[in-house]
């Protein structure tokens, strides 16, 4: 049984929902690391750039478990800055990933978590 397939717009939409105090939110194509959907609440938040920059960090670790012949494959990667916490949520094959910022203090760590696992699985 597979799971359905949702646009990325929907799932920016569904994740708003569920997380209405994110900082900002991107459906990401990790080849080219542009935003396929995205949203912000912050106005000076420059969503398509920190897509772009969190495509690198995909990419790097993507190449350091391939230079470290792993056979494993990236789940998530979580980034933690002083306020905020940055969440990379890769889809089950690898080429999509959802972006999303929140505010350390506002946000739950591990329902965000549960939230981008759930509506990764669908991108694909």
Do not use: C, W
Not at 2 to 12: F, G, H, M, N
């Amino acid at each position: 049984m597979s799971a359905v397939t949702v646009s990325p717009k929907q799932t920016i939409k569904d994740i708003m929902a569920e997380l209405p105090t994110l900082l900002a939110v991107a459906v990401v194509e990790v080849e080219t690391g542009m935003p396929l959907a995205s949203h912000t609440n912050v106005a000076d938040f420059d969503i398509e750039t920190a897509a772009a920059y969190n495509t690198e960090v995909v990419k790097a670790k993507l190449k350091a478990i391939k230079a470290l012949n792993l056979n494993q494959t990236v789940q998530d990667i979580l980034l933690t800055l002083t306020d905020q916490l940055h969440l990379l949520k890769l889809s089950p094959t690898g080429d999509k990933f959802i972006y999303l910022a929140v505010n350390s203090r506002d946000t739950n760590l591990a329902q965000a978590r549960q939230i981008m696992k759930m509506y990764s699985a669908s991108l694909d």
